[in-house]
């Protein structure tokens, strides 16, 4: 057990919250409406290699690609996608990364302690998670492992107050003959493991299309989203804050007067607008019908469109919803839990414009509060982009990719100096730096 996690499970209340992971949270809301507000990073800059376009001052660097030889002998899978970085002390940081790999799919050697096989082979299923340890200012690579094996499609996840990235599967498959157990679970891995973890589904946490998660430093709770058109919002109370696997309870949101947040047939919600919010609780977590969100819906919680990306931030989180809204381009909640009575929820921004907005996926918080959201679609004619989203609703091109594929996993090094973004296929991981304004 590292430091931070002893620290952590000694201290409740106020010095819970002093654990929070790094990053602070927007403080209006209001519709997005502007290509290039007056305080973006001006106008993007061709990269000379074809891959990732940035404002002037800006670079980035390639710290780990698809096939890198790891230290543990295997390489570097592809389909990198959520991500989460952390101090390790002593001068280092690590990132780890999910990887969304389905059962055909390459694991690039993976072996050890596997979650699931492929049921004859007894070869490790290849999803999970790749952890890269690095020179905190150098951004030297020192070490690259393998550090979850055996899951399905590891999307997204989050990062815990006591140092551990919560890896989501999203993913319902069932034990078939050519897989040997069912899947759809969160999986917790320290970032100091140092080798392939144990895994261990956290199965009171629910089966479902997991997508990401976030922990509110404050209580304990985990907040989790689901990748499904008709998708609800979880949260997770522990019975032992910090201690997941020893159980809790899985709840869905209920939003006072609005049933529907997707404003696919109309606008049931306006940016800038809120709404209190309620927890039901669920049973039969486990869901061997796959059907926990509907089972919730009929009791009331709210329809969600394709929740995806999420992170904490000061007293608040924000989500995005990839297929929401009347133009189905995309919307970003924020919610503010109370630790006790009615939360609140802001349909902080939706999107009317392709151009300016598209499908946000993976969200973090930078220092200075603006939102960067990695876009995720695929058409023959736009790239996606890293969108930055001020706390006052107006977005901007924060940086343009130029293959065929999506940003992902953005988040931020300890110090705000360095932004990690994965190039999801073929898997590339950046660290970009530059003259940010929080550094000025």
């Not at 078939?176 to 946490?205: C, K």
């Not at 969100?293 to 919680?301: F, I, K």
């Not at 995720?376 to 594929?405: C, K, S």
Request: glycine residues 12%; charged residues 20%.
């Amino acid at each position: 057990m590292s430091a931070d996690r002893r620290q952590f499970l000694r201290v409740t209340g106020s010095a819970f919250a002093a654990l929070a992971a790094a990053g602070c949270a927007g403080r209006s809301g209001g519709a997005l409406t502007a290509l290039a507000p007056a305080d973006s990073y001006g106008g993007l800059i061709a990269d000379p290699a074809g891959l990732l376009d940035l404002p002037r001052g800006f670079s980035y660097r390639v710290v780990s690609a698809l096939g890198d030889a790891m230290d543990d002998g295997g390489t570097v899978p592809d389909r990198a996608d959520g991500m989460g970085c952390f101090d390790l002390g002593n001068g280092q940081i690590a990132l780890v990364r999910n990887h969304e790999l389905q059962p055909q799919n390459d694991a690039g050697g993976a072996t050890g302690p596997a979650f699931d096989t492929v049921a004859r082979s007894l070869i490790p299923l290849p999803g999970g998670t790749t952890t890269i340890v690095m020179d905190a200012a150098t951004l030297e690579v020192q070490q690259q492992y393998r550090s979850l094996a055996g899951t399905i499609r590891n999307c997204a996840g989050g990062v815990t107050p006591w140092g551990s990235w919560l890896s989501c599967e999203e993913n319902t498959s069932k034990a078939d003959g050519s897989i040997n157990r069912d899947h759809g679970w969160v999986f917790e891995v320290p970032a100091d493991a140092g080798r392939q973890v144990q895994p261990v589904p956290l199965t009171a946490m629910g089966r479902f299309n997991h997508e990401a998660a976030c922990v509110d430093p404050a209580s304990g709770i985990i907040y989790m989203t689901e990748d499904r058109d008709d998708s609800v919002l979880y949260r997770f109370i522990p019975r032992f804050p910090g201690r997941l696997a020893e159980g809790g309870t899985l709840q869905a949101l209920v939003v006072e007067g609005i049933a529907d947040t997707r404003n696919w047939d109309g606008a049931h919600m306006q940016p800038g607008q809120t709404a209190g919010g309620r927890w039901i609780t669920l049973d039969d977590v486990e869901s061997p019908e796959d059907d926990l969100r509907t089972r919730a819906h009929a009791m009331g919680a709210a329809l969600f469109a394709r929740g995806e990306g999420m992170w904490m931030g000061e007293g608040e989180f924000f989500f995005t919803c990839t297929s929401g809204g009347t133009a189905r381009q995309g919307q970003i909640f924020r919610m503010r839990p109370t630790m006790h009575g009615i939360d609140t929820l802001e349909l902080f921004y939706e999107s009317t414009d392709s151009d300016v907005f598209s499908f946000g996926d993976n969200i973090t918080i930078a220092p200075d509060g603006h939102l960067i959201v990695c876009e995720d679609q695929y058409t023959a004619i736009v790239d996606n982009h890293l969108r930055g989203v001020t706390p006052d609703g107006e977005a901007y091109a924060f940086a343009r990719l130029r293959v065929q594929t999506e940003p992902a996993g953005a988040c931020f090094s300890p110090d705000g100096r360095t932004l990690f973004v994965n190039a999801y296929s073929p898997t590339r991981t950046l660290a970009i730096t530059g003259p940010w304004k929080w550094l000025s």
